[in-house]
């Protein structure tokens, strides 16, 4: 029984280049939020989707950064032309419903050189 | 506004020692108030969760009280074992006007239980 899964875990890029960010959620869930977590940090709110939907992205910057969820596969992360400020732990979480309970992934920890 | 503050943000007990950790939330229409245990370099994992047509739940050693009135939240972990040491967050639900149930996290208190 397959919790929410991420990959890569880890992820190195240069300034200015582009970062994928996948997330598997929990088989079933059809409902994924994503967050982001700086050192020392609570975690913020990004950004949720439904299938082929995006519900709400209240908490993602409006330039360089998108969401995508489509029919098959993995929900994506997408941040182009990355900065340092980018930098940080993005979690994938996942809910059967809209307002229950969210399982969250093991992250993906960028690091922007 | 959506503001979820936590305290304290560390907190050292001896093994064996209560522990309690407070939340407060500042949106009277949150309803949902979810516990994540997050050890050093691992996923956050729900521990335990309180909807406020309830005043209080336990599971073993843990509990969760909420007092809507005062809008504060708090968890109490009980014969604190050295496994017990992480970063906790709480969380408090925002419902938006698309109906979505957004989380709000405390900023984290890191429990360091001594053996």
């Known amino acids: 029984n397959a919790g929410v899964m991420q990959n890569p875990r880890h992820l190195v890029r240069r300034r200015g280049q582009e970062a994928r960010l996948r997330c598997s959620p929990v088989?079933?869930?059809?409902?994924v939020y994503w967050y982001r977590q700086l050192p020392e940090e609570g975690l913020k709110f990004m950004v949720y989707?439904?299938?082929?939907?995006?519900?709400?992205e209240s908490g993602m910057p409006k330039e360089r950064f998108s969401a995508e969820f489509p029919k098959e596969g993995p929900s994506i992360l997408r941040i182009q032309q990355v900065v340092r400020g980018d930098s940080a732990a993005y979690f994938c979480?996942?809910?059967?419903?809209?307002?229950?309970?969210?399982?969250f992934g093991p992250g993906t920890r960028l690091t922007v050189t | 506004g959506e503001n979820v503050e936590q305290h304290p943000s560390t907190l050292s007990v001896q093994e064996g020692d209560s522990a309690v950790i407070k939340c407060t939330y500042s949106?009277?229409?949150?309803?949902?108030f979810p516990w994540y245990k997050q050890e050093l370099g691992k996923r956050p994992q729900l521990i335990i969760d309180?909807?406020?047509?309830?005043g209080e739940k336990k599971d073993q050693r843990i509990a969760v009280t909420l007092n809507k009135t005062a809008k504060h939240f708090s968890l109490h972990i009980t014969e604190t074992q050295p496994e017990d040491s992480a970063v906790y967050f709480c969380?408090?639900?925002?419902?938006?006007?698309?109906?979505?149930?957004?989380?709000?996290f405390g900023t984290g208190t890191r429990l360091l239980v001594s053996p």
């Open positions: 979480a996942s809910s059967p419903r809209a307002r229950s309970e969210q399982y």
């Open positions: 088989k079933g869930h059809s409902h």
């Open positions: 989707l439904q299938k082929e939907n995006i519900i709400d």
């Open positions: 949106d009277s229409a949150s309803n949902y």
């Open positions: 309180i909807r406020s047509n309830v």
């Open positions: 969380a408090a639900s925002i419902v938006r006007n698309t109906g979505f149930q957004k989380l709000v």
